[in-house]
């Protein structure tokens, strides 16, 4: 049976999504807070309700996402909601509040599985690393963070150390927490978006490879993600920037092919 949280702010939750009832589903229902995500089951689909409130239902899967909670999420909209929703709230699907008992099920029964056989491939070693420092605890990453890719079989670089909980990504100069979702450069934290952590982190993780914009496109923002590649080069320039122009060298452009984290060279310039 699939298990499903109900997020709303409506005072009778039974009106929110009304052909969910009829559904040999279990529901449980919390209000819409932030310390709600707590009592989440694991293996439980999150829906949120966005009917009445748009912006807060966005605001909402932004915290989830720069958190690193692993749980799929289902938005139930009206009919006006679908023209707003994109890619940036990363969920996993949408639903019309007046949709039938048919389509609730076949929607959820496909997240839910999809949801399964990500987990069953992790499990089986098919994530990459930087999915693996997302993926890790009971929820650490985001479900557009579960992805497959070719670098699983990059082999860990020699200067590349992790402390005995695997919290810690040590790579040059470079330190990544995957667990406190900062990152530091010579001890000096860097004020990172949820995304150019993401992009640093799978950087430390494989110093001296050549990625493609594709790659670094399926491996950070994950295979789910509809955007072009030109995102990539935008957050590589926001990234580089906040390295400072001291450090950007660390990334360097591979013409015609795409980017390096260059880990040998990660040292103070001025040692």
Not at 68 to 74: N, R, S, T
Not at 163 to 191: F, Q
Not at 230 to 254: C, N, P, Q, W
Request: a negative charge; hydrophobic letters at 40%.
């Amino acid at each position: 049976m699939i298990d499903v949280t109900l997020m709303t702010a409506a005072d009778e939750p039974a009106n929110v999504l009304p052909s969910l009832t009829l559904l040999p589903i279990k529901v449980s229902t919390v209000p819409f807070d932030i310390s709600s995500l707590t009592k989440i089951a694991d293996n439980s689909i999150l829906l949120i309700d966005a009917c009445e409130n748009l912006v807060g239902a966005k605001n909402f899967c932004n915290m989830i996402k720069a958190s690193g909670l692993v749980i799929p999420i289902v938005l139930i909209l009206n009919d006006g909601g679908f023209t707003v929703v994109d890619s940036d709230w990363e969920v996993c699907d949408m639903i019309l509040k007046t949709a039938g008992p048919a389509e609730i099920d076949a929607r959820l029964r496909i997240v839910n599985e999809t949801w399964i056989a990500r987990l069953r491939d992790f499990q089986n070693g098919s994530q990459s690393g930087a999915a693996a420092g997302s993926f890790g605890g009971s929820r650490g990453g985001t479900f557009a963070a579960s992805r497959g890719g070719e670098s699983g079989n990059y082999q860990m670089p020699a200067d590349y150390h992790s402390n005995e909980d695997s919290r810690m990504i040590r790579c040059g100069c470079v330190c990544v927490d995957t667990e406190g979702y900062t990152a530091t450069l010579h001890g000096k934290t860097l004020d990172l978006t949820f995304k150019e952590f993401e992009l640093l982190k799978y950087f430390a993780l494989n110093p001296g490879h050549v990625f493609t914009r594709s790659q670094l496109l399926r491996e950070v923002w994950g295979c789910d993600y509809y955007g072009g590649t030109r995102t990539v080069d935008v957050h590589i320039r926001r990234l580089r920037a906040k390295l400072g122009s001291e450090y950007d060298f660390m990334i360097s452009t591979v013409r015609n092919v795409g980017y390096r984290f260059d880990a040998a060279e990660s040292a103070d310039p001025a040692e």
